[in-house]
């Protein structure tokens, strides 16, 4: 290999790691700006409370300091009501290690009482209306669908986010990467 192609080659490797570095950089960059608007969502989710079935308020600062999943969910969304009763074996296998769960009806008080009578959660929940919807956008629903699952580390912060049902293995993952 001849000296100018030796050159040639430094050149073009030196100009690709800038090019990934610069992209690392703007992709850090984007991301810093993200946690920016995710802080200020992750605020007003701590200062808001709801409404229990009960009719007693649910502020929502009683659950900080603890992981705490938190899932939107309706008694008009099949996918929803599927995954409640296996939400409910996680919150009973994990409140002992500090876990919390709440779930957040979108949906009419008489409705959500019916489902609970017949299928009652040892979890929390409360109601939010249609308000619910708009809350749940703030936190990373950009598609406004359910269910919406989102997870909170003990500092109050969104660690983790999923659209659709969850599965067993989506619960297992969590607890193995929060604690």
């Not at 992209?23 to 995710?38: D, H, I, P």
């Not at 969304?77 to 994990?94: A, D, G, S, T």
């Not at 580390?153 to 983790?160: L, Q, T």
Request: glycine share 8%; with cysteine.
């Amino acid at each position: 290999m001849t000296q100018r192609a030796i050159g040639r080659r430094s050149w073009i490797a030196a100009a690709l790691a800038g090019a990934v570095a610069g992209g690392a950089a703007w992709n850090w960059r984007a991301s810093e700006t993200e946690t920016v608007a995710l802080t200020a969502s992750e605020m007003q989710f701590w200062q808001s409370q709801w409404q229990q079935i009960d009719g007693v308020l649910l502020p929502m600062q009683g659950f900080s300091g603890h992981p705490l999943l938190l899932n939107f969910w309706a008694t008009w969304c099949p996918p929803c009501v599927e995954e409640l009763p296996l939400l409910n074996v996680f919150y009973q296998e994990n409140k002992a290690k500090g876990w919390q769960v709440l779930g957040l009806a979108a949906d009419r008080q008489d409705a959500v009482q019916r489902y609970l009578a017949a299928a009652p959660l040892q979890f929390p929940v409360a109601l939010t209306g249609f308000e619910g919807i708009g809350l749940s956008k703030s936190l990373g629903n950009l598609s406004s669908g359910l269910p919406f699952t989102v997870v909170f580390n003990a500092a109050g912060r969104i660690v983790h986010r999923k659209i659709g049902k969850l599965a067993a293995q989506d619960l297992s993952a969590l607890l193995q990467t929060i604690r």
